[in-house]
């Protein structure tokens, strides 16, 4: 297992407490980091989007109604998630569990595991 995992939390959603409970109960330990009280940087912001393999949307939350009003009908491309995430942390999709290597997104939560 890696030696250092970063756990993205928002404690006011319910999927981010239950992911964390199931690390917790998995027996991994964590460093949290409240990514709405310290956002990450567009740095980290950059290598999480570029280095995900995914589509850039699997990182953002496009059905909250705050990003159809930013976005409108835009194409949400790398370099768009990255300034949108920057400037509003609150549409990054939750949880996300960090490593050196790779991210996992906790949708569902047991998605979190694959990276352990």
């Not at 995430?85 to 949880?95: C, D, F, N, S």
């Amino acid at each position: 297992m890696t030696s250092k995992l970063l756990y993205l939390h928002n404690p006011k959603c319910s999927t981010s407490r239950n992911g964390l409970a199931l690390l917790r109960e998995k027996g991994v330990e964590v460093d949290m980091q409240l990514y709405l009280e310290h956002p990450l940087s567009a740095e980290q912001i950059e290598r999480l989007v570029l280095a995900s393999g995914k589509d850039v949307e699997a990182l953002v939350r496009t059905k909250e109604a705050q990003y159809k009003e930013v976005m409108g009908i835009k194409n949400l491309t790398p370099k768009r998630a990255i300034r949108l995430l920057t400037k509003y942390p609150q549409l990054m999709e939750r949880p996300i569990l960090l490593t050196d290597q790779q991210h996992a997104v906790g949708r569902p939560i047991e998605n979190l595991l694959t990276i352990l």
